[in-house]
Each structure stands twice: as structure tokens, then as C-alpha cells.
């Protein structure tokens, strides 16, 4: 039993340093308290101490035990005769009866702070676990649950003001998140990594660089799209629907009023400009603005296609304001669903950045990264 507490458990020195970052955060008002035995209604700096420690081992408990994130561990594991239905060597990835005993030193720091903050723990904790098993999925051929994953803990979120329906919706989605990783498991060994290693095996001894202009020239690795139209959809999705969960990290409707229409209004200036900079630099127009101007080639359809998507995204972001909003949608609810049409576009709008850096009228020029006598002598 010492043994596989041992396993799940993180080692003394972190276990010892986190009673201590506690016990010097939130001791002086647990003195204090005591000492005019009445509660102190101000801002405890433990609170968020024990919310950080939550959610950061519930990350720790997930990647320390996926084989993914040990590279030796999973080239080992691939080689050996391990099957899906076999406890896993470096210690099991679900959570075991073990696994009590941390938790319930979390849930016992947080009996300090409040009657409901044992359950916001425990909670924030399933938030880092599913949050990192989530994220495992989009690599070992279970998108799907990857998704569902990350919606249920944008849902949970949503009901932040209520821990204990909060922790129930979690655990809810932990069993489903448990199909997933019992799917997963049974496709190991994972087509994504060993073609990864694959690809750096054949790498080795080549050299990076070839030198302007040939880097540009040559095609990518994987041709296509950087994120297909399915995750794109998916992305923008998420992206809004967490918008909309954060509102209820703030009891006043003035400060999720003001999160919300930040969280938009920087959201699509950033998609605009991130794509705009993506695609443009080191790929200039193939004449300057003035020579469109002199020969009434105002528009460059070969070229200027590459102006699509963020024209789009900001038209959403203009189509977002009042006189243009369906009746009944305040900013609360439309905003979120606003951001999510505009990652959507940003992402799903052509050109694909290899389809434009091949095949697009522009005219090649070295970027900043290039500079400093990265070039190749020819002729």
C-alpha cells in the first residue's frame, strides 16, 4: 500500500512545499481569526494559493503518468509486449482509492477558507485533469472526446458560483473522459508519434537551413491546411463558449459586461492581425501601391485574396455592434457567439497558408528572422 501511495503521490519535497506556501499564506489570518474568534471578511492571498495548487496537480496527476509526455517512456512502452487492459508500468493514469489522500489534504486546506471551498477544490482539480486529458486526446485518435471533454469543463465554469454542481458536472465528465482514455489505449501505439519520431529519424544530419530564398521555395513537410475546417469549427466553438462560461467568474453584470466586450473586441483585432502578419511576411505584393496606382492595378486578385479572411473577421466584429445584432440579444449572449464565427472565418477562410505560399502571386522578400547574412550564393 506505502508503494503505490508512493506512486501517485508527488514527491515529499513538493508535498512539504505546498503545506508551507499554505501555511505562510493563509496562517496569520487563521491566527487571527482565532485570536478575536470572529471570522475576517477580506481577501484571503490562501484562497488562490489552494485554487493553484488544486489545479496544477490536477495537470501533474495526468501528464506525470501519460506516456505521451515521456518520450523514453513511450519509444520503451511501444517496444514492449504491453496490451490496452494491462496496468501501465510507470503507474496508472485514472485515478485510484490513493489518490484520496491527496485530495483530501485539499479538500482540508480549503475547509480554512470556507464551508463550499473544499468542493471548489476538488473541482479545480478535475479541472486540470480533464483539461490535460482533453488535450492528450487531439493525438491519440480520440478527437471526439477530446472536445466533449473541454466542453464540460467550459460548462462546470459556467456554474462557478455553485461548487457542488460545479464538482457533480466534472465528475460526470471524468467517466466520460474515461471511455475516451480506455479508447485511446486500446489504438496504442499512436499513429502520430511514431510518425513524429519517424520524421526525425530521417531528419538527422540534415541540415535546417537551406538559406533564403530556397526556405521559401520548398514545399512544407505535411502539405495542407494548418487546422483543418472540422477543428476550425471546433476551435471557435470552444473559444466562445468559454467567453460566455467566464461570465460567471464575476458576480457583477458591469464586470462581465466589460469582459465580454474586451474579450471580443481584442479577440478579433488579434485573429485579424495574427493572420494578416502569418501569411504576409517574407511575401510582398508583386508590385508596390504606388505602381498599382500608375498602371490602374488597384486590386490584385492573385494577391490580394490574401486579405480574405481578415476583412471577414472584421466585418463580423462590425456586424457585432447593436444596429446589426438579431432583437433580443444583449451583449452577454451575442458576443461569445460573435468571437466564435469570427475564429471560424479566421481559420476556415482560403487561401491554406502552403496552398498561398506556393501558389500565390506575391513577391518573395527576406523577413526580419531571415536577417543577419542567411542567404545562399547562386550563379
Keep these: 500500500m506505502i508503494h503505490r501511495l508512493r506512486v501517485v503521490l508527488p514527491s515529499d519535497s513538493v508535498v512539504l512545499g505546498v503545506v508551507l506556501a499554505f501555511a505562510l499564506a493563509e496562517g496569520p489570518f487563521i491566527f487571527l481569526e482565532w485570536k478575536i474568534q470572529q471570522p475576517i471578511d477580506i481577501p484571503r492571498p490562501g484562497l488562490f494559493v489552494v485554487r493553484f495548487i488544486a489545479v496544477f496537480y490536477g495537470c501533474w496527476r495526468f501528464t506525470n503518468f501519460y506516456p505521451a509526455t515521456q518520450p523514453a517512456y513511450l519509444a520503451w512502452l511501444e517496444r514492449s509486449p504491453w496490451r490496452a487492459g494491462k496496468a501501465l508500468p510507470g503507474g496508472p493514469i485514472h485515478l485510484v482509492w490513493e489518490d484520496l489522500l491527496p485530495l483530501s489534504g485539499l479538500a482540508v486546506m480549503g475547509a480554512f477558507l470556507g464551508p463550499l471551498i473544499p468542493y471548489q477544490c476538488l473541482a479545480l482539480f478535475l479541472v486540470g485533469y480533464l483539461i490535460s486529458l482533453s488535450s492528450s486526446s487531439f493525438r491519440n485518435g ?196 460573435a468571437l466564435a464565427i469570427a475564429i471560424v472565418v479566421t481559420l476556415d477562410t482560403g487561401p491554406s497558408l502552403s496552398t498561398w505560399r506556393l501558389t500565390g502571386q506575391h513577391r518573395m522578400t527576406v523577413s526580419g528572422s531571415k536577417m543577419g547574412g542567411e542567404y545562399v550564393k547562386v550563379g
Excluded at 494578416?276 to 486578385?301: D, E, K, M, N, Q
Design 142 to 337: 480520440t478527437k471526439a472526446f477530446g472536445y466533449l471533454g473541454l466542453f464540460g469543463v467550459g460548462l462546470a465554469i459556467r456554474f462557478w458560483p455553485e461548487p457542488k454542481v460545479m464538482l457533480a458536472i466534472l465528475a460526470a465528465f471524468y467517466l466520460v473522459g474515461m471511455v475516451g482514455l480506455h479508447v485511446a489505449l486500446k489504438k496504442f501505439p499512436w499513429p502520430f508519434f511514431t510518425e513524429a519520431r519517424s520524421t526525425q529519424e530521417l531528419q538527422k544530419g540534415q541540415v535546417d537551413s537551406c538559406g533564403w530564398p530556397f526556405d521559401q521555395l520548398k514545399p512544407p513537410l505535411k502539405p495542407g491546411r494548418l487546422v483543418s475546417k472540422g477543428d476550425g469549427l471546433m476551435i471557435g466553438l470552444m473559444t466562445g463558449w468559454y467567453l460566455f462560461a467566464a461570465e460567471s467568474l464575476w458576480s457583477n453584470p458591469a464586470d462581465q459586461l466589460f469582459l465580454v466586450q474586451k474579450g471580443f473586441t481584442i479577440g478579433v483585432g488579434i485573429l485579424a492581425s495574427v493572420r494578416t502578419i502569418l501569411y504576409c511576411s517574407g511575401y510582398a505584393p508583386p508590385i508596390s501601391l504606388l505602381g498599382r496606382i500608375r498602371t490602374f492595378h488597384w486590386i490584385i486578385p492573385g494577391y490580394d485574396k490574401v486579405f480574405l479572411g481578415p476583412i471577414c473577421t472584421i466585418l463580423v466584429g462590425l456586424l457585432a455592434f447593436d444596429r446589426f445584432r438579431p432583437a433580443g440579444l444583449d451583449d452577454l449572449n451575442f458576443l461569445p457567439f
